[in-house]
């Protein structure tokens, strides 16, 4: 990256004052690089460029049009707020340096960052709460609904409003599913996504029922808010729709105590993009937080941060987008051997031994296919062996046991993986004419993007087992039978 002048800018579009009550509001809003000085205005929103500082821009657009001159004293009164308590104003005004010129994009200050010891006060507490699996998450998401609560009296103000901007949406204006409808929902109809998504809203109500706890244990809390109990003062689904949001920005960094590990900070997510393929981190240092950026930047050209190594699944509930350049995407595979089989316990020692469990999750990652099928293949043959001298060798041997069993094997991986493909309402060719059309719905689109990279493996895993069967020697043999084959889903 040349080591000339740098500066941040924000786009963003319909800014409008956060009010007490709990309220979504619509806006697009990115940080980006630049080293010109110069005005560009479009239909949907403005870019403010200062040279040769770092400069954060969250100034709303003011578009006026015929007959609308009666509300230039509605639109000055809000022009004159966002002047006051942009997060711009607000971060320089408590300790957010200049950017300087290098590598480093910006540092915020830790008193401008959000974690769970300053929301609750106290270290130990904020480590006990964490280590009794109470969620960081519900802690910043109830402190946050509860300062929202205070509107323009709390510090945070500046911030909450940009991220009721926000409402959890992630670099393609698209909600967490977790926020879908049914029938948006039903667009992700055959993905394992959709079972991952109800475990993930069962787990969010139980925080919300635990709200209360957090309250009543957390001092800080109960003695700013003595009076107002979570669970009263916050209905489910204002809770759900607060931690959605920390959810999409919230920041894992490393190397510091448990009580600071999630961490909400001023211009890192949602105003950074995410991409599966950098390697820029945002991270703790001394008292505040750096981004270093791992690439040259062209001027204009959005800053992206590495989201760390996670599946398109995740990507999607966590952030509501797909990055179909991810590296670590992947699917599961879910074998077992059978409870029923009169020789389950020899087969599961067998199994334990060489690492492998009774009921075993599969990885497939993109590109590796292959490899993920040929690790299988050990797996499922020992669901099939009744001879105990054949059960000890199987599992680290690298070829059939017999010709029958090898063909019984790789049928029924291949009906696994037709099944799993008929389950989907689409096909890759289907999919691809959807995403071929610039008007559809975003969240169809992200839905569909990640239904075909799945299916895209799948297919893949597919073709690796024909082609494992069409290298039998003998296509004459018929299957083993297998009254106690091992269980695939």
């Not at 979570?230 to 204002?238: K, M």
């Not at 204009?300 to 990055?323: A, M, R, T």
């Not at 290298?471 to 043999?477: A, Q, R, W």
Request: charged share 25%; with cysteine; glycine share 4%.
């Amino acid at each position: 990256m040349e080591a000339a002048s740098c500066s941040l800018q924000v786009y963003q579009v319909s800014l409008s004052p956060i009010r007490s009550s709990p309220r979504l509001l619509t806006s697009f809003s990115r940080i980006s690089f630049s080293s010109n000085y110069k005005f560009n205005l479009n239909s949907s929103f403005r870019v403010i460029r200062l040279k040769k500082h770092c400069s954060i821009s969250s100034r709303s657009d003011i578009f006026v049009t015929q007959g609308a001159s009666k509300e230039n004293g509605k639109r000055i009164e809000e022009d004159a707020e966002e002047r006051e308590f942009d997060l711009k104003s607000w971060m320089h005004s408590n300790g957010l340096p200049p950017c300087k010129a290098g590598d480093t994009a910006f540092s915020v200050p830790n008193s401008l960052v959000v974690t769970l010891e300053k929301v609750l006060g106290n270290e130990i507490v904020a480590e006990l709460l964490a280590s009794n699996k109470l969620s960081e998450l519900a802690c910043l998401a109830l402190y946050l609904m509860y300062e929202k609560k205070q509107g323009k009296k709390s510090f945070w103000y500046p911030y909450i409003r940009e991220l009721d901007r926000q409402r959890g949406r992630g670099q393609l204006a698209v909600e967490s599913p977790l926020l879908w409808s049914k029938s948006e929902l039903s667009y992700l109809s055959g993905s394992p996504v959709l079972a991952e998504i109800m475990v993930r809203d069962e787990g969010i109500k139980k925080e919300y029922d635990e709200l209360d706890t957090v309250w009543f244990m957390a001092g800080s809390l109960f003695q700013q808010y003595p009076y107002d109990i979570p669970t009263e003062a916050f209905p489910f689904e204002i809770f759900k729709q607060a931690f959605v949001a920390v959810q999409s920005c919230v920041v894992h960094l490393q190397g510091v105590s448990l009580a600071r590990r999630f961490a909400l900070v001023p211009l890192g997510p949602p105003l950074l993009a995410y991409k599966s393929t950098c390697r820029a981190m945002l991270t703790a240092v001394d008292d505040a937080v750096h981004l270093v950026v791992d690439r040259p930047y062209k001027d204009g050209e959005p800053i992206v941060v590495w989201c760390g190594p996670q599946p398109n699944s995740k990507l999607l509930i966590n952030y509501g987008f797909v990055d179909e350049d991810n590296p670590y995407d992947r699917i599961v595979v879910e074998a077992a051997l059978s409870t029923e089989d009169p020789q389950y316990q020899e087969k599961r020692m067998v199994a334990q031994r060489n690492g492998k469990l009774s009921q075993q999750s599969f990885h497939v990652h993109v590109g590796k296919e292959k490899e993920a099928v040929a690790d299988m293949l050990p797996y499922l043959r020992l669901g099939y062996l009744s001879d105990p001298a054949e059960m000890q060798s199987v599992i680290t041997s690298q070829g059939p046991v017999s010709p029958c069993v090898e063909r019984a094997v790789l049928d029924q991986l291949l009906d696994y993986f037709k099944e799993r493909l008929s389950g989907y309402s689409t096909t890759l060719m289907e999919d691809d004419a959807l995403l071929a059309d610039q008007n559809l719905n975003p969240k169809k689109r992200v839905a569909t993007q990640l239904v075909r990279l799945e299916k895209k493996i799948l297919q893949a895993c597919l073709q690796a087992t024909v082609d494992l069967i069409n290298l039998l020697p003998d296509h004459s043999v018929s299957p083993c039978p297998a009254p106690y084959a091992p269980s695939l889903k």
